[in-house]
């Protein structure tokens, strides 16, 4: 698991806007490596303002998990895969959400945003584009 990026817009004007009234978009990106017997996760926060599109932070992470045996958790079948252990996929993204939050939370420590945690994101809402293959 890293951090694979982190950026934070300081020029903002942070004091004629609400920092506690942001929005937070949530992407991630699960990728089966057969090869190697891994699945991959590159996960993605960008926090924004209520009322327009600009990016104030962005923090990312990606982490490889790896799985034995490979071929009876995951099965990939054209440009998707699926999964015998749903459970195991989510507690990946699961630990993944909760390295992100942790990463926010100190890097965004002493800025305008620091009061911003990201919120609890349920499952089924993450589930619903898990296994799509890239």
Known sequence: MEESGFSFKPDYDYANNNTESVNFQFTHQLR?????????????????PEKSSDVLAKQSIYCVFWLEPFDKVIQIKDDSFSTTEPMLIDTFINIAIGALRGMLVKNLKGTPLAGAVLPLIPM??????????K
Do not use: A
């Open 32 to 48: 089966p490596l057969p090869e190697s017997g891994e699945l991959s996760l590159s996960m993605d926060v960008e926090i924004t």
């Open 124 to 133: 089924d809402v993450i589930r619903q584009n898990s296994m799509q293959k």
